[in-house]
C-alpha cells in the first residue's frame, strides 16, 4: 500500500495530485490511500481511497502499514513519516512561485533533509515524467524558470551539508 497526504493546509496542491493520479494509473496493482486534504484533483478508482482529511491515529496507522510513503514537505508530515514509516519516505514540496503555499519554507526543510540523507524528493518542478529522486533533485523541464529553482536548490542543499 502507498499512503500520500498533502497535509491539511488550506491551500490546494493540483501538481501534486496530477502526479499521483498518473502513477496510480502506472501501479493499479497497487493501493493507494490518499489523505486530499484541500486538493480537489485526486481522482478515486479501484485502487485509490481518497480521504479528505484523517484523524492523526488514522494517519499514523496508514504510514506504520505502508510499503511507500509520499507527503508533500511540510515539517509535520514529515517528521512524522520519519518518526513511522518503513521505509524512507518521499516527499513532494510546494512552491509559492506556484500559488501552493504562501512561502518556499517546505523546499528549505526539504533541501536540508535531502542533504543529510533522511529523505528522497519528488522532482518538485516537473511532474511531466514520472521520476522519483533518491537523495537529489532530478530536473527534466527545459523551462528556464525551473532551471533557476533546481540551481538554487542544489546551492542551498550544498551550502548546509
Not at 35 to 53: A, D, E, I, L
Amino acid at each position: 500500500m502507498i499512503f500520500v497526504s498533502v497535509g491539511t493546509v488550506c491551500y490546494p496542491f493540483e501538481r501534486f495530485a496530477d502526479f499521483i493520479n498518473r502513477y496510480s494509473k502506472l501501479n493499479t496493482n497497487e493501493k493507494f490511500v490518499v489523505q486530499s486534504g484541500y486538493t480537489r484533483n485526486f481522482k478515486s478508482s479501484k485502487n485509490v481511497r481518497v480521504t479528505k482529511f484523517m484523524a492523526v491515529d488514522d494517519v499514523v496507522k496508514y504510514i506504520k502499514n505502508a510499503r511507500l510513503v509520499i507527503v508533500h514537505g511540510g515539517e509535520g508530515s514529515i517528521y512524522t513519516s520519519l518518526k513511522y514509516a518503513i521505509n524512507k519516505p518521499y516527499v513532494f514540496p510546494r512552491s509559492s512561485k506556484l500559488k501552493e503555499h504562501v512561502d518556499d519554507q517546505q523546499l528549505f526543510a526539504v533541501s536540508r533533509l535531502v542533504a543529510k540523507k533522511m529523505i528522497s524528493v519528488i522532482d518538485p518542478l516537473s511532474t511531466n515524467q514520472l521520476i522519483i529522486s533518491k537523495n537529489k533533485f532530478l530536473h527534466l523541464s527545459s523551462e528556464i524558470e525551473d532551471q533557476q529553482i533546481v540551481e538554487f536548490l542544489e546551492i542551498w542543499t550544498k551550502r548546509i551539508k
